[in-house]
């Protein structure tokens, strides 16, 4: 029998003949591939150059830590093309894998995904099992093999059916990147960007205990730090992987969300927990005025 005809013919019917093991897997990678796609699109920063957590600066980070990063280096060129296509793979590999949309062809991409990601972010992560691409590389593979099962090729139905169907995946992973960004996430800090001027912020604006993001003139990101001696400030960027820390007032250090590093601003950037052994570079800063400036 051909897989064409054993294949099931709505979306009920994919789950109901699927084991749960393989079910449970199917509805974790889907939901997370949709929530990455969300997460991503509703980021006011993502697609804003100089903003904290955009997509070029973790772009260059990746191109310094990544034994590809000469691919990285180029893309950042064109970064906001490549944030956009991350946006929509993202949803339409989940949005497929949930309503069993060319299913093999969603499950290598998912694959694909996460090796990409491998290679960018993870690739020198010690010990490897720290590094959830690898992970979720390793599921997506199993997912895929139970698909193709004992068949040798991977078949696309080109029919008027499955061209419906990819037509209205599509549809919906750009529906859906549009709806997130409707409800883009609104940030608790204000972030500046830094260019001809060397002006960051007015020193009234900032109060005494507080902490403001902003973006340096090549557009990596920074955070600026104000106490009862003075202010300073440093790189936001992660000494890992390049991903972009936030601070954390609870406990009073910036954090990485991408692999848990942990710095402490209070001591020069040193590292308080992490992979990383190296401390945040510092940016000077310093008062003029009504102003904070760079030094």
Known sequence: MSYRRMAPK???ESWRAQ???IRVLRAWLSITW??????????PGFLTKGATGFIGDQLI???TNSPIGWLFDNLSEQAIGVGVFVILSEFAIG???LLWIAPTSAAFGGFLTSIILWLASTFYVSPYFLASNTAYAILWLVYFLTLVGNRRTVDIALDRRGAIRVGFL??????SALFGKAFAKVSDESATTVSGSSQI?????INVGETHQFALGNGM????FRTKTGVFAFSATCTHQGCTVSYQVSNKSLYCPCHGAEFDPFKNGGVIAGPTRDALPTVKVKINGDWVVLA
Do not use: N, Q
């Not at 949709?34 to 980021?43: F, L, P, Q, S, V």
């Not at 912020?201 to 604006?205: G, N, R, V």
């Open 170 to 175: 599509s549809l919906a992973a750009i529906g």
């Open 201 to 205: 912020i007015e020193l009234a604006k």
């Open 221 to 224: 990101p920074a955070i600026l």
């Open 61 to 63: 980070g990746f191109s």
């Open 34 to 43: 949709i929530y990455a796609g969300w997460d991503k699109a509703t980021d």
């Open 10 to 12: 709505s979306i009920a």
């Open 19 to 21: 084991s749960w093991a």
């Open 95 to 97: 949005i497929a894998t």
